[in-house]
């Protein structure tokens, strides 16, 4: 400061001042606004984010199981119990295997 001007506190609150860097204090207030705002949003998606990610665990989890069940009962012993009622059996001899061509030539004759 020069030692000449000495600002007072009654010039700096005056009216005119007041006036003069009003631009300034709406500048301060829309930044305050918009840091609020971003903590909000930052806070909503971290918590969309932990959703999310419980989810996508919970799904590993239940795919896990479907596998684990799905592999057991593929087993050719599950499938053996599981078609016993329906009254289907192992096959205990070699498959036979169709001749579609001579098939066709029988019915032509």
Do not use: C, D
Not at 71 to 84: C, D, H, P, T, Y
Request: no cysteine; proline share 3%.
């Amino acid at each position: 400061m020069e030692s000449g001007k000495k600002i007072s506190w009654k010039n700096w609150l005056s009216y005119h001042s007041l006036v003069h860097q009003l631009p300034f204090f709406l500048f301060l207030t829309g930044l305050a606004v918009v840091y609020i705002y971003n903590g909000h949003y930052a806070e909503n998606a971290i918590r969309n984010i932990n959703k999310t990610a419980k989810e996508v665990k919970e799904l590993q989890y239940e795919y896990k199981i479907v596998k684990s069940e799905m592999m057991f009962r593929s087993k050719q012993s599950e499938l053996i119990n599981a078609v016993g009622p329906l009254g289907l059996k192992e096959l205990t001899g070699a498959p036979t295997v169709l001749n579609i061509e001579a098939t066709i030539q029988k019915g032509k004759e």
